[in-house]
């Protein structure tokens, strides 16, 4: 896997969070360039917490869960 960017990976599931998108727009809202963005998303879809369906990435329930536990974990580290 090498190395991965915790902000980046949390950045892409907080967008999927928020609602599903389309890949190009995920990809503008990341700020990666599209080489990073691509290597990222695969990342996410291989390890079950993203999926594409019908033109749109979105969270899968894996997804939900740990980006909500992730979060969940950061406000009570940091606040």
Request: aromatic share 10%.
């Amino acid at each position: 896997m090498g190395n991965v960017d915790v902000d980046v990976v949390i950045r892409l599931l907080s967008l999927l969070l928020q609602r599903p998108m389309r890949k190009t727009e995920l990809w503008r809202l990341s700020k990666l360039n599209y080489y990073s963005f691509e290597r990222y998303l695969l990342i996410l879809i291989e390890r079950g917490l993203v999926a594409e369906r019908d033109g749109l990435y979105h969270l899968t329930e894996k997804g939900t869960r740990e980006t909500l536990a992730i979060l969940e974990w950061l406000c009570r580290v940091l606040y």
